[in-house]
């Protein structure tokens, strides 16, 4: 029998005009009384636990409350999002709703970052830093939303169509989607980590997308990233047993072409290589007895992207 040719879709053209960095407003202040993360002041998170990323109880209902806050403001963001608003509106937005549940934007201050919110358009791969740029009919933008609240994080994302977006374009986010499903479909009890990124990459090169390998997901609860590493591709050596409690993200990011990145001056934003679209979607996910549980949901249990699709 004849091996199938895979498809790709490298003829997507390059993403014009480029993206390029905008003026930033002053970093905005969090008050008081809210609790911050250890690194709010200093920037500087420490080492990653080396813990196996599984949660108390406690830990877990705390991170319930935490991933449903997360999942609400990144509605508010995404209803936020049309052609003329710039990035950093969107901050704006992600901050003060994040302030008014009494949350810390978790991004504010990690290793020196300057926002609350990344905010990630066309071929940046992740970590846009919100600015003065306008979305633009047309664009597709990654919003990367992350509370701490309570005494731990909640962390999600979604790549929003931002007007008139082309076949190309719609095809990758809804593929992106679909190949985080497959990952978060792959969690359960006794189940290696590289499954989940088996189950991601066979569907990106199923529909000839290519799967970024610079940025993977990780452990999170107390901290914002733990020691834990979930790859979103194949990856054998990662033989770490999948335990019930075990709380990480699953967030994949896909590319129309070839998937190696480059960063800007920032040391922040990651943009592809060859310069064409990339997208994003992120869950935190628990490992329970039977399966997972999404932990960034909304309170009736809808997920934020389901209210854009």
């Not at 990459?201 to 733990?226: C, D, K, P």
């Not at 992120?282 to 999404?294: K, M, Q």
Request: hydrophobic fraction near 35%; proline fraction near 7%.
């Amino acid at each position: 029998m004849a091996k199938r040719k895979r498809r790709n879709i490298t003829d997507a053209p390059v993403s014009e005009p480029p993206v390029r960095p905008g003026l930033l407003s002053p970093t905005r202040t969090v008050p008081s009384a809210i609790g911050r993360p250890p690194y709010a002041a200093s920037g500087d998170p420490g080492p990653p636990a080396r813990s196996s990323s599984v949660r108390t109880a406690d830990e877990v209902e705390r991170m319930r409350r935490a991933g449903t806050a997360a999942a609400e403001i990144l509605v508010e963001a995404g209803r936020a999002v049309r052609p003329g608003v710039t990035t950093d509106q969107i901050d704006a937005v992600v901050h003060e709703a994040t302030v008014a549940r009494g949350g810390y934007p978790s991004p504010l201050n990690y290793r020196g970052y300057l926002k609350s919110v990344c905010t990630s358009v066309n071929e940046v791969v992740c970590h846009g830093i919100p600015d003065s740029r306008p979305l633009a009919d047309g664009d597709i933008v990654n919003i990367d939303v992350t509370i701490f609240l309570d005494g731990v994080h909640g962390d999600t994302s979604v790549t929003f169509l931002v007007g008139d977006v082309d076949d190309h374009s719609r095809r990758l986010v809804t593929e992106t989607r679909i190949a985080m499903d497959r990952g978060i479909d792959a969690v359960r009890p006794a189940q290696p980590v590289h499954a989940i990124g088996r189950a991601i990459e066979r569907h990106a090169h199923r529909h000839g997308l290519g799967v970024v390998r610079e940025f993977i997901g990780h452990g999170i609860g107390t901290e914002f990233h733990s020691g834990l590493q979930v790859k979103h591709y194949f990856d054998p050596s990662d033989d770490t047993m999948l335990v019930a409690g075990m709380t990480f993200t699953i967030e994949p990011m896909l590319t129309l072409g070839n998937p190696s990145c480059a960063l800007w001056d920032d040391d922040w934003t990651a943009v592809t290589l060859d310069g064409r679209r990339t997208a994003q979607f992120e869950h935190t996910v628990l490992v329970t007895e039977d399966g997972v549980e999404r932990l960034t949901v909304l309170p009736d249990g809808t997920l934020p992207a389901d209210l854009f699709a």
